[in-house]
C-alpha cells in the first residue's frame, strides 16, 4: 500500500589518519562485513525513548522489529505481523502475527508483547515523541498468542504506516528498561559494542529466526560530522558506504569508477523553526518578515550543495495532497523591512540562532545571518552539540530564537497541534482542521484538507520553510541492497550483500 508523504562524533580528520592503512582493504574484502559512515551519533539505542532520527539509523529493522515494515519506496509490507485485516471505519486493526519469533535475550514475542509494547508507548513515563498515536488506542487485546486485535479512538488512515516506525518497535517487558545501553529485539542484529564518540558495532544475531538470509554478519557504524572528513572517509575507502553524506564531494564520487551514488528523495523538511512563544516572535508579521527575508535558492546553494527543492510550509512535492505554498512568503527585502516596521520592531533586533552539527545547519546557518542582516536582524549564532540541541532547544527551557533542523518523519503534521513542541505553535483552528483531517477516510476530501492544512501554515509562518532535501549516498559499487529512496531514515542491514 503506497504512503505519501526529529526528529534527529568524533569529526576530526586527524583521527582518519591514525587508522591502520590495511583496514579498508580488510573491510572491502570480507563478504560478510560492512562500515557505514553516519554524519550524527545516536543518544541511545531506543527508539521509543528519544526523538533523534540517528537511533532508528542504527537499530530500526536491525535490532529492532515493528508489526509492519515501511519499504523504500514508501510501501507497507508485512514484518512481525504476517497480515491484517482493517474495519470499514478504518478504527479497527486485527494482526495475525509471526509465530516462532524470539528475542535475543530468548524471550517470546506473542501479542501479549503488543500489548505490552503499546501500552508502555502510551503510558505516563513514556517518552516516546510519538505518544499521542500510542494514546489514541481505545484497547489493544490479545485474542490469542499471535492474534491481536487493536481499537483506535478514532479513524487513521495512515495507521499501518505508523506501525512500521521506530517509535512502534516491538520491546521484551523484562529487557525494555535498559533498551538504550543494552538493546534487545526480535531482528536479525544485536549490539556487539559501542565506542562512544566513534563507532557503534552489531553483529548477526545468533537467535535470529532466518539466519541464512543475513548476509552481512558484521556491521560496522562510524561517525563522522565534519563534512571534509567524511569526504576523505569515503574516498579512502574507510567507509563502504555513507548515507547522507555532505553532498559536498558528489563530483569526486560521481568521477570514482569504485564508487556508486545515489541521489535520493525524501520527504523530509529543512525548516528556519522560530519560537512562536517568545517576544517578539509570537507577531505573526515578524516571523513572516523572517520568512520574506530569506532566499530560498540560496540556502539550498549554501546548506545542500544544490540538492534541494524550495518549500512553503510542512509539507513536500511528491505527496499526496501536496500544494505548492512558496508564494505565500516569497523572498522580497523590503516587504520584509516593512513587516518589521508595521510591528512596532526597532532594528537592528538581535536574536539568537541555534545550530546544531549536521553541516546543513552550520553551512545553512552562514547563508541565513547574511540575510536577515539585510533586514536589520543580527542573528547571534550559537553552535552546539546534538544533545544540548535536543535537551535545551528541543525539550527543557527551549531557550532559542531560531534554528536549523530537519524534520524527516512523513506524518507529522500533528506536532503543530502540539502547543508545548518546541516551536510553541498554538492555533485552535490548525488543532479542529487536523482533527478532521485524521477522520476523514475519503482519500480525495483528505488530500483537499491537507491542502487547507498547509496553505494555514503557510499563512501563519509558524515557521520560515527551507527546503526538502535531497540525499545523496555513495558506497562502493559492489556493496547491493542500499535503498534508492528514504521515506524514514533506516539503514537495512538485512537487505545488503557484497558481489
Do not use: C
Not at 508579521?285 to 540560496?298: G, L
Request: overall charge positive; glycine content about 6%.
Amino acid at each position: 500500500m503506497k504512503r505519501r508523504h526529529f526528529a534527529l562524533t568524533l569529526p576530526a580528520a586527524a583521527a582518519l589518519t591514525s587508522l591502520p592503512l590495511a583496514l579498508p582493504a580488510l573491510a572491502q574484502s570480507r563478504k560478510d562485513a560492512v562500515v557505514l559512515g553516519m554524519t550524527l551519533e545516536p543518544p541511545g539505542l531506543d527508539p521509543t525513548a528519544g526523538a533523534a532520527s540517528a537511533i532508528a539509523e542504527v537499530t530500526q529493522y536491525n535490532v529492532f522489529e515493528t508489526l509492519t515494515k515501511i519499504n523504500a519506496d514508501g510501501s507497507v509490507t508485512p514484518l512481525l505481523a504476517e497480515r491484517w485485516e482493517v474495519s470499514p471505519d478504518l478504527r479497527t486493526y486485527t494482526f495475525h502475527l509471526r509465530k516462532g519469533v524470539k528475542f535475543s535475550n530468548g524471550e517470546p514475542f506473542n501479542a501479549q508483547t503488543v500489548k505490552y509494547a503499546f501500552e508502555r508507548a502510551a503510558g505516563e513515563k513514556s517518552t516516546n515523541k510519538d505518544k499521542r498515536t500510542f494514546a489514541a488506542m481505545e484497547s489493544v487485546r490479545p485474542i490469542d498468542d499471535h492474534t491481536v486485535v487493536v481499537i483506535n479512538k478514532e479513524p487513521d488512515p495512515d495507521f499501518l504506516f505508523y506501525m512500521g516506525q521506530a517509535t512502534a518497535i516491538m520491546v521484551e517487558p523484562k529487557s525494555a528498561a535498559d533498551n538504550a545501553t543494552k538493546p534487545v529485539g526480535t531482528g536479525p542484529y544485536v549490539l556487539d559494542s559501542w565506542s562512544k564518540g566513534s563507532s557503534i558495532v552489531l553483529k548477526a544475531s545468533p537467535s535470529y529466526r532466518a539466519p541464512g538470509s543475513v548476509k552481512i554478519k558484521r556491521a560496522t557504524f562510524r561517525f563522522i560530522s565534519d563534512p571534509a572528513a567524511q569526504v576523505a572517509a569515503v574516498l579512502s575507502g574507510d567507509v563502504d558506504a555513507f548515507v547522507r553524506v555532505t553532498p559536498r564531494g558528489a563530483a569526486q564520487f560521481k568521477a570514482n569508477p569504485r564508487l556508486q551514488t545515489i541521489v535520493s528523495g525524501s520527504r523530509a523538511k529543512t525548516v528556519l523553526a522560530m519560537n512562536n512563544a517568545k517576544k517578539p516572535l509570537n507577531d505573526v508579521r515578524v516571523r513572516r518578515a523572517i520568512a520574506a527575508a530569506i532566499d530560498r535558492k540560496a540556502v539550498i546553494a549554501g546548506a545542500g550543495d544544490g540538492f534541494g527543492v524550495p518549500i512553503g510550509s510542512h509539507y513536500v512535492p511528491g505527496a499526496a495532497g501536496y500544494i505548492d505554498t512558496t508564494v505565500v512568503n516569497p523572498y522580497d527585502v523590503e516587504k520584509a523591512k516593512a513587516l518589521l516596521k508595521e510591528a512596532g520592531v526597532t532594528t537592528p533586533l538581535e536574536l539568537s540562532l541555534v545550530l546544531p552539527p549536521p553541516p546543513y545547519a552550520r553551512q545553512g546557518g552562514e547563508v541565513i545571518v547574511a540575510q536577515l542582516a539585510k533586514i536589520g536582524i543580527t542573528a547571534k549564532v550559537q553552535n552546539v552539540e546534538w544533545a544540548q540541541w535536543l535537551a535545551n532547544t528541543y525539550g527543557g527551557p527551549k531557550n532559542y530564537d531560531l534554528t536549523i533542523i530537519s524534520h524527516v518523519e512523513p506524518f507529522d503534521l500533528a506536532n503543530f497541534t502540539k502547543p508545548d513542541y518546541y516551536w510553541g505553535y498554538n492555533n485552535p483552528k490548525f488543532n479542529a482542521l487536523y482533527d478532521k483531517i485524521k477522520t476523514t477516510p475519503n482519500v480525495a476530501e483528505r488530500n483537499k484538507l491537507l491542502g487547507d492544512a498547509q496553505k494555514m501554515l503557510a499563512d501563519d509562518a509558524a515557521l520560515a520553510w527551507l527546503y526538502q532535501p535531497q540525499w545523496v549516498t555513495v558506497a562502493n559499487k559492489r556493496l547491493t541492497g542500499l535503498w534508492k529512496d528514504m521515506p524514514v531514515f533506516v539503514n537495512d542491514l538485512a537487505a545488503l550483500s557484497w558481489t
